[in-house]
């Protein structure tokens, strides 16, 4: 039996782990990494961040090799290991939207959860994709402001549906990005502006998304803006620790967790020590 192999490895203990962008059912999807990660790490909340069936890519073409499979098999099974399992829909996988809050073998759909971190830090969780409309009328949007913003956020299905109506097709930032390198940095800019902006709505300290395959840990003003990256590219994952700390972590050619290739980025000092002053303050203003 494979419990008792003496030189199993020792999985990587954490106590949440966000992967967003698998892609799965698009031959882009790198599972066997996937895999190999998925293997690798023990963790007590798993949250997919949205994208992680590509529905689009199966509608073109049906591309669902064994691996693929065994994949969503692990992810099932971890229910079973103890680990909370979260579904958050993007926009590839955007008919699972229609299931809000409803659990499917063990994993719940939900398609902005909120997370509490072991440090107390309110965490908002979403794919991302809304901001899309926002983007696209990013320099629209810093003359007529906030108002704009709220009316997009609420329109993006309606906007794109309208954009195809007139002959644009979908906006989508990931696929904008991807072919216009050279505009990539504003853009990049602006959805993250647009996401920390969403964060400050929903009075949280962090959120989480991913849609945009790049991978980050930042601090924005009172906010820290995490994105998950992808697995077609980066290999990237945002974990939290038992203590609360929040980690990037990007894989290496093998895949392997401690492979030389294995970046780590570290949220910074700063946002570590509001998040130990807060809960006194939050208790201050009661
Ligand atoms: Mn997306």
Do not use: A
């Given at each position: 039996m494979m419990l008792d192999e003496p030189d199993k490895p020792q999985k990587l203990q954490f106590r949440t782990v966000w992967i967003s962008d698998l892609h799965l059912g698009s031959r882009f999807c790198r599972a066997e990494r996937l895999l190999h990660f998925l293997k690798s790490i023990q963790c007590d909340y798993l949250y997919l961040?949205?994208?992680?069936?590509?529905i689009w890519a199966l509608k073109r073409k049906w591309h669902w090799p064994k691996l693929h499979s065994d994949v969503v098999r692990r992810i099932l099974k971890s229910d079973h290991k103890g680990t909370r399992v979260v579904f958050v829909p993007g926009n590839h996988d955007e008919l699972f939207r229609s299931y809000n809050r409803l659990v499917f073998g063990g994993v719940e759909i939900n398609n902005e959860p909120i997370h509490e971190t072991a440090d107390g830090r309110k965490v908002v969780i979403l794919h991302g994709d809304i901001f899309d409309a926002v983007v696209a009328n990013h320099r629209l949007i810093t003359f007529i402001g906030d108002w704009l913003y709220d009316v997009l956020l609420r329109v993006n299905i309606w906007f794109n549906a309208l954009r195809r109506w007139c002959g644009f097709g979908h906006w989508s930032l990931s696929s904008y990005i991807k072919h216009r390198v050279k505009k990539v940095i504003s853009f990049i800019g602006s959805y993250e502006e647009a996401v920390v902006r969403y964060a400050h709505q929903k009075n949280v300290d962090m959120v989480v998304c991913g849609h945009i395959h790049h991978p980050e840990v930042r601090e924005m003003g009172d906010v820290l803006y995490c994105n998950c990256g992808d697995w077609v590219e980066n290999c990237s994952a945002i974990v939290e620790h038992h203590d609360g700390r929040i980690e990037m972590l990007r894989f290496g050619f093998e895949g392997e967790l401690d492979s030389e290739g294995t970046q780590r980025v570290a949220e910074p000092e700063s946002s570590r020590r509001r998040a130990a002053r807060e809960p006194e303050e939050a208790l201050a203003a009661r």
């Open positions: 961040v949205g994208d992680i069936i590509d």
